[in-house]
């Protein structure tokens, strides 16, 4: 079972670039990384997934080495939205094997 | 637009009553979770289910019951024996089966939160 680890929390300034690193060194061969968002009183949402090297989509980028042992999630030019609970999962064997840890709490200030 | 929908969004339990959380997607996912989350907590899983007709104990299933007896539809029953069932509880759907489910993206709803009167 791939146990992830991330920072408790971070602080940021609105427009800023903000790193979120998570390390998995159990990651098996087969295992994507993928990361969520929540926000207070809602249900986390995707954000992305990539399995090496780097993804990007219109919200972020994931940038993946070659070990595979850790990941970080890359937020561009935050904003006070972007204050929220970050999640690391890494996908390993049945359904019952997905472990949303704390998180990291992001809060971005004026 | 498709999505999960949880309801009600706010729920009170009395002593000693049953009460039941609803859960309906209509993505078409054949897996369906359920989680309970405490105050600044990860989410915890309490049940899941794989396809119609078949759900499974996750890691705090004591205390509650589920049924899947439709492909959209995953309620979940908060009973008299879950003694500390105050905890935001968030129902999610992904693709399922037959493939590796951990590198499935996980859909949520956004949560019922029930409260002890």
């Known amino acids: 079972l791939a146990k992830t680890t991330q920072p408790i929390s971070m602080d940021s300034y609105e427009g800023q670039e903000v790193n979120i690193t998570c390390s998995h060194n159990?990651?098996?061969?087969?295992?994507?990384i993928t990361w969520y968002q929540q926000f207070p009183s809602q249900g986390p949402r995707f954000i992305i997934q990539?399995?090496?090297t780097k993804v990007t989509n219109e919200v972020a980028s994931l940038f993946i080495p070659a070990d595979r042992k850790s990941s970080t999630l890359s937020l561009p030019r935050v904003s006070l939205s972007d204050t929220a609970v970050y999640y690391c999962?890494?996908?390993?064997?049945?359904?019952?094997?997905?472990?949303f840890g704390a998180g990291t709490r992001l809060a971005v200030h004026p | 637009d498709g999505g999960i929908t949880q309801s009600p969004k706010y729920l009170f339990r009395k002593e000693g009553q049953n009460v039941t959380l609803s859960c309906e997607q209509n993505?078409?996912?054949?897996?369906m979770y359920w989680y309970r989350q405490d105050p600044g907590q990860g989410l915890r899983l309490i049940y899941y289910s794989q396809i119609v007709n078949d759900f499974q104990k996750g890691d705090i299933a004591e205390g509650y019951s589920v049924s899947r007896e439709k492909k959209e539809s995953f309620p979940l029953t908060v009973t008299s024996a879950q003694k500390n069932p105050t905890a935001f509880y968030l129902c999610?759907?992904?693709?399922?089966?037959?493939?590796?489910?951990?590198?499935?993206?996980?859909?949520f709803g956004d949560g019922t939160r029930l409260s002890i009167l």
């Open positions: 999610a759907s992904s693709r399922g089966t037959g493939e590796r489910p951990g590198n499935q993206p996980q859909h």
């Open positions: 159990n990651i098996a061969t087969n295992d994507y």
């Open positions: 993505l078409n996912h054949d897996a």
């Open positions: 999962l890494v996908g390993s064997g049945g359904y019952n094997k997905l472990i």
């Open positions: 990539g399995y090496k």
